[in-house]
């Protein structure tokens, strides 16, 4: 055999080779690690490693090119405790939506907390792989809950008040994408008592729940009403179905330090032990 002749057939092996390895599956804690590490934390290494040996993947969460759509739960030891569900990146060009997440899982392996906990850090990883708002079928997953008023509504609301903007596309059909129907899962399977849904950058605390009884100061961000849309989860959980939801609508930037982010999730901690538990 020719010298030449050889070095196809040991190219056409090798690409052989890496063409099944790139099919390898890849494990949940690998994606959990891959897909965390790229935001900033406030911990050390390991403390994640801890936290992606825990992810756990509800059946059919997937994204649209079969990206897993990840979770973890942290059980509170309180028997009065609360359940809390938090959403983050959603829209997957909100990228500092996803320190928060990150850092409210990393400090959940080291608190015993008053409440349970489930954190869905990246709930649109199309999108965040593609920087984008929207998901792989350029859809706002935010727009895409199935409302009440959606088949009425939704196009019509992003025709009129958005002039068509591509990234506010509500989509299809009224929770027709797959990332949604997972979210919904969640939402059915966990029944939480409130809702945290991470964003940026308006710079405010917006919350769709009862009216509360008092203020809650907070520093880093003020409190806001921005309202809710057709298909919004604001809409679809506390309009129509009385779960409150706590929008953060974080600072385009990131503090230099984790004090605001450990202040909010033990204000969130707070106001549903007091205030909503007393249906006020």
């Not at 010298?3 to 056409?12: A, G, N, Q, R, V």
């Not at 099919?23 to 390991?46: A, G």
Request: charged residues 25%; glycine residues 6%; aromatic residues 12%.
């Amino acid at each position: 055999m020719k010298f030449f002749e050889m070095l196809i057939i040991f190219s056409l092996l090798f690409q052989l080779s890496t063409s099944y390895a790139s099919t390898e599956p890849i494990s949940l804690k690998q994606r959990c690690l891959n897909y965390l590490n790229n935001y900033p934390s406030y911990f050390k290494e390991e403390v994640l490693d801890q936290v992606c040996e825990k992810v756990q993947q509800t059946e059919g969460c997937k994204s649209v090119a079969g990206e897993s759509i990840f979770h973890s739960d942290y059980v509170s030891k309180n028997p009065e405790a609360k359940k809390i569900l938090v959403i983050s990146l959603i829209h997957g060009d909100e990228t500092n939506a996803g320190s928060v997440s990150r850092f409210w899982l990393e400090r959940l392996q080291k608190v015993d907390a008053r409440n349970s906990w489930r954190i869905i850090p990246v709930a649109n990883p199309d999108g965040v792989n593609k920087k984008t708002r929207t998901n792989a079928n350029g859809i706002d997953l935010n727009r895409n809950f199935p409302t009440v008023d959606w088949s009425s509504d939704a196009i019509k609301y992003w025709e009129r008040y958005t002039q068509k903007n591509p990234r506010r596309f509500p989509g299809y059909a009224a929770g027709g994408e797959v990332e949604t129907q997972c979210i919904m899962k969640h939402l059915e399977d966990y029944k939480p008592d409130f809702v945290i849904s991470i964003h940026t950058p308006l710079k405010v605390l917006d919350f769709d729940g009862p009216k509360l009884k008092k203020a809650f100061p907070y520093s880093y961000l003020p409190w806001k009403s921005l309202g809710n849309f057709p298909g919004s989860l604001g809409r679809y959980l506390w309009v129509e179905r009385q779960t409150p939801v706590l929008t953060t609508e974080l600072r385009p930037t990131l503090p230099n330090e984790a004090l605001p982010f450990e202040q909010l999730q033990d204000l969130v901690g707070t106001l549903v032990k007091k205030d909503l538990a007393s249906g006020q």
